[in-house]
């Protein structure tokens, strides 16, 4: 039998299964919140959830998902509560494995723009700007992107790198002095994307049940790269929904 589930449950499941092996993770609110603590519920015991406002390890009460980086709630029964610099010299230091950013924008090599879109100067529309992510896309041992699947977001270019990914393909991230880290996995709520090895352009990994190939062409407004088979990932079980839906037990991001 067949179990309905949200947009913002299957990206939530899905994200959760792609931490494997992981200690440690910076994550904003939201989703990625939703996606690590079900890791941590689920499959990673251990896993030390870090976040941008200065909590390290804390104990998230369902029904109190914080909407804010610095709100108290994400501080309850924390290991350590840090200022903000300590976290990002702690993400420069190497110790934060996975980041977990969405973003307005994101292009064929990864870039993710969350500051402007149209001209810098004259822009049609002005955004939240950075916030963390840069720090997090630049010194994070990996990074995972979560968003919606639509042409609006899914760009040839973006408009401005806030957060950069690839840059340019092939060798430019590392020849710009980012030595270790990239984008890993995108995930939307169409389908999970990876970067081929060589030219790091973005390719199709897997379909969501029930997806279409022509629906993720049609939303992508540029060609990914394609395998020859396209596995579809398993859809999220009744355990999973079980445990995510009494993490956000009054439904704030679900």
């Known amino acids: 039998m067949s179990i309905a589930y949200s947009n913002e449950e299957l990206l939530a499941v899905t994200a959760s299964r792609e931490m494997v092996g992981v200690n440690t993770i910076f994550a ?35 029904g109190y998902l914080p909407i804010s980086t610095n709100e108290m709630r994400i501080s309850h029964r924390a290991q350590q509560l840090v200022g903000i610099t300590d976290i990002f010299l702690l993400t420069q230091r190497g110790f934060l494995e996975v980041g977990f950013i969405g973003g307005a924008q994101i292009d064929r090599y990864g870039n993710v723009n969350t500051t402007v879109i149209g001209p810098y100067d004259k822009p049609k529309v002005r955004l939240p700007g950075s916030g963390g992510a840069n720090d997090i896309a630049s010194l994070c041992r990996e990074l995972i992107i979560v968003t919606k699947h639509e042409p609006r977001r899914f760009v040839p270019k973006v408009d401005f790198v806030t957060s950069p990914g690839f840059l340019e393909g092939g060798s430019s991230r590392r020849d710009a002095g980012l030595i270790f880290g990239g984008v890993s996995r995108v995930i939307t709520d169409l389908a999970i994307m990876g970067f081929d090895e060589a030219s790091k352009a973005m390719q199709l990994e897997y379909l969501h049940p029930g997806v279409a190939l022509e629906q993720v062409v049609e939303n992508t407004g540029f060609d990914l790269l394609m395998p020859e088979e396209i596995p579809v990932t398993e859809p999220p079980t009744a355990e999973e929904l079980e445990h995510l839906r009494r993490i956000d037990i009054d439904r704030r991001f679900l």
């Open 28 to 62: 904003g609110v939201g989703i990625p919140l939703l996606a690590a603590l079900l890791a941590k519920q689920t499959h990673l015991p251990g896993l030390t959830i870090v976040v941008e406002g200065g909590s390290i390890g804390p104990e998230v009460l369902p």
